[in-house]
């Protein structure tokens, strides 16, 4: 035993007390560590419970990424929920001044369905490693790291609250609060309620509890994500469905790019004799080098093509796979009728 270590010992011997012996051995010149390790050794000798390390940098690493995995599929799985019900109202409550959307609306649910469908799992794995965490070691239920994830979640609910109260009043003062709005203000709100009786109740001391609130709003999540899947899949259907849709799709492209051609063919003509092609195949194919696709993409078909007899009008057809979301197209044989000599946007004329 060094010299510092025996008169510690001496000292405690005669009943001095730690803050007295820190300060007299620092003004005689050593360094506080220095004292109190020695502390800690005599410590850890009278009572034979070596002193506790804290945990290592690796450690504490580990337990912020869980939280953070945690609460970052968290935010991506209750918002895909909301935007899924938000394009689910706007189908089920139709507004006269939308815009057709139903292609971009049925590709975002698509991705809003396999966010839930990867985030909700990784959530759960998350959030029951850092349970068990917290069940081997119960001083981990005040960590900096998750009291600190959890004001944020907090916060942010919180924002959202505030944000969507202010956007119903503002909305009603201009006298535009239609029933869509007032159902997604209700989702929003919902789900940001849920998301802050996850957070508070979750962060309870008590280990056993915050573990029961914790299934019990897994549970709770599990039932409105299968809802919401219902809703989502009856909207977008099977991804077989969604093949011949974006299959559609194509179709429909192709058909405005060789209307683009025709146009672009028929204004190169001398003004008072131009005429329509009399086939596609007297096109160029590689025009303004930009490549026009002549055929389906499934069945390698030429795609229809009825010229007026005078005229700029003529029909682009094509075989679709099936009805259009909005109603508009049928399946199968559909032609549309363009102008040649109209270019508001090469868009059909019915």
């Known amino acids: 035993m060094d010299e510092l270590g025996r008169f510690l010992r001496a000292a405690k011997e005669a009943g001095a007390g730690d803050g007295f012996l820190v300060e007299l051995l620092k003004q005689q010149g050593w360094p506080a560590r220095t004292v109190y390790a020695a502390l800690g050794a005599w410590y850890a000798e009278a009572t034979g419970v070596a002193v506790p390390t804290p945990r290592s940098t690796l450690e504490a690493a580990r ?79 005040a960590s900096p790291v998750g009291r600190w994830l959890t004001n944020l979640a907090l916060l942010l609910t919180a924002s959202v609250f505030i944000g969507d109260l202010v956007a119903v009043v503002a909305v009603f003062l201009e006298g535009e609060l239609t029933r869509r709005f007032f159902l997604k203000a209700l989702v929003v709100l919902g789900l940001a309620g849920a998301v802050f009786s996850y957070y508070t109740q979750g962060a309870s001391k008590d280990g056993g509890k915050a573990r029961a609130w914790h299934s019990r709003f897994a549970l709770l999540a599990g039932g409105l994500i299968a809802a919401t899947l219902v809703a989502g899949f009856s909207y977008t259907g099977t991804p077989e469905r969604q093949r011949i849709l974006a299959q559609d799709r194509r179709r429909g492209e192709d058909l405005l790019a060789i209307a683009r051609r025709i146009h672009e063919d028929w204004q190169a003509g001398p003004v008072g004799s131009r005429r329509l092609p009399g086939a596609l195949s007297a096109l160029d194919e590689n025009a303004a080098g930009r490549t026009v696709r002549w055929k389906d993409p499934v069945t390698g078909a030429p795609y229809g093509y009825q010229p007026a007899a005078e005229g700029s009008v003529y029909q682009l057809c094509a075989i679709y796979g099936t009805a259009s979301p909005d109603g508009r197209r049928p399946a199968g044989w559909h032609c549309l009728s363009f102008d040649a000599a109209k270019a508001t946007g090469y868009a059909p004329l019915d």
């Open 63 to 141: 337990e912020a990424f869980y939280h953070l995995v945690a609460f970052g599929t968290l935010g991506v799985w209750v918002c895909a929920i909301g935007s899924i019900w938000f394009t689910m109202i706007d189908f089920w409550t139709p507004d006269v001044l939308d815009v057709a959307r139903a292609p971009w609306a049925m590709r975002q649910v698509s991705w809003q369905i396999a966010g839930i469908l990867v985030a909700f799992p990784v959530f759960v794995l998350a959030t029951r490693s850092i349970l068990a965490d917290v069940a081997a070691n119960p001083d981990k239920t």
